[in-house]
């Protein structure tokens, strides 16, 4: 994780050929928590034993042992009450879909700290990066000044977390000198921005994509938590 290299995923034949052609489906996964938690939200359920039968009505229904684990977390993280009724917590994070309990949580807690556009970027910055810190950053290994690009990549970052080391690089690139928007929502200092990530050689496409995601995260924060 913190030098160069290669990852090779290693399977016998026998569990090669045993590997499903299809992915399984969410709803069947293991971990339905954020399923559970959306389907109780529906003002048509409600109830914890509505959305049970309606699993239950299902063609391929989640087991039953994942449906209870699922269960277990939500009363842990106290989203359910002992009636099977979401908990006011829970009325709000059943609305952030698809972005699970822990990513609510996380955002919902900003607001008490004080530290809302951070915790916005980083979820933003966490839902999208799903490649990890490469897809923040160029690929310099082929360049003839790979050193010195290497030096300018590594001044963001921090060996505790590569999500803080690409929050590091985002929200300097939203400082005013780089990004200011006009009524049509249009950055007036893209020039400027991409010559920053030319700079330090930074993936400008990563950043444009967790705008996306973080402008996402601030209108559904200001929906649920005006």
Known sequence: RTGDG???RMYTEEEFNNMPVDRLPQIEGADITAELIRLIGLPSIKTFTK??????????PPKNEFIR????KLYNHNLLKQNGTLTNLGIVISKFGKY????????IASWYFRCVPEVLALAAIIHHGAFGIKSCF?????LPNKAEALRRQKFWFLESSDHLSMLNVFLASRQVQFYYLDKEGNNMREDKRRKFAEYHF?????????????????????EQLP
Request: glycine residues 2%; aromatic residues 18%.
């Open 202 to 222: 930074v993936n400008y496409m990563f950043l444009e994509k967790v705008d996306k995601e973080f402008l996402a995260f601030q209108e559904l924060f200001k």
């Open 51 to 60: 959305a049970n039968n309606f699993f239950n009505d299902m063609i391929t």
């Open 138 to 142: 160029i690929d310099v290994t082929m």
């Open 69 to 72: 684990t699922s269960t277990f």
């Open 100 to 107: 699970g309990i822990e990513m609510a949580k996380m955002i």
């Open 6 to 8: 290669y990852c090779i």
